[in-house]
């Protein structure tokens, strides 16, 4: 008796043991197939034609099409620039409009030990070294004679300006560094690039030029002088002979 319920009670046990287990015979396979879900649904035709009864349809415009194009692609709106760029424009033409020599260097990665460098070598020449923003630039020379420089206004640049035109001074303190090249710029007035600048570095100094031009004048002056009392001397020769002669014929 104990050995056929101690039996019934194991069997019990497998019986449970047997369908917590998983199978594949167990498990439900579906017959259908996979739902297309690329391909949507077709609408209701109810609703279908409530919706294309509420569609938004935009109205016909009568006017000309040079009316329209015109008023589709409307100008932009100017705007003021900032205060701080204003006022940095307006200093930065007080320091340039009262320059004779203003070089425009195209900086290629300057490091500030560089910069120091460069500014210690043109300080010691009477030359001052200024870093403005294009930008800045550009509205501070609108509207002055220093406006001819815009072509020169492209990338990173770094001004040398000077009271004096320092060309010559210029270009042997800059001559060594590698890492800035002259674009040109403005000596007295007149816009010049970097071969017009490095040809008028060459000239003689002005107070040299200016004593040539004065020998030049007073050499023509004697000349024309010397020409002036030649003619006279000859005139009263030739009238002193013919004096002479009419005074020997007559006797």
């Not at 424009?89 to 560089?114: D, K, P």
């Not at 800045?136 to 220093?146: D, E, K, Q, S």
């Amino acid at each position: 008796m104990l050995c056929s319920r101690m039996a019934s009670g194991a069997f019990c046990k497998c019986s449970k043991l047997r369908v917590s287990v998983w199978l594949p015979s167990l498990t439900s396979v579906r017959s259908m197939k996979s739902v297309n879900t690329r391909t949507p649904r077709p609408m209701h035709i109810t609703r279908a034609k409530l919706m294309e009864l509420t569609k938004y349809k935009k109205p016909k415009d009568n006017r000309p099409l040079a009316e329209q194009c015109s008023m589709r692609y409307k100008p932009k709106a100017e705007t003021k620039p900032p205060p701080v760029e204003v006022f940095m424009a307006n200093q930065c033409r007080e320091q340039m409009l009262s320059q004779s020599l203003i070089a425009a260097f195209h900086n290629e990665g300057l490091t500030a030990e560089e910069m120091s460098i460069i500014r210690r070598r043109l300080r010691k020449v009477g030359i001052t070294v200024k870093m403005y923003n294009n930008k800045v630039m550009r509205m501070a020379l609108l509207g002055t004679r220093l406006e001819n420089m815009s072509p020169l206004l492209v990338g990173q640049n770094v001004y040398a300006v000077s009271d004096k035109p320092l060309v010559k001074e210029l270009l042997k303190a800059t001559k060594k560094i590698p890492k800035i090249h002259l674009l040109g710029g403005l000596v007295e007035n007149r816009l010049m690039s970097a071969k017009q600048m490095a040809e008028f570095s060459q000239l003689p100094e002005k107070r040299v030029l200016q004593g040539e031009l004065a020998g030049i004048l007073s050499q023509s002056v004697g000349s024309t002088y010397s020409l002036l009392q030649r003619h006279q001397q000859t005139l009263v020769t030739n009238l002193s002979q013919w004096i002479k002669q009419r005074q020997e014929t007559s006797i």
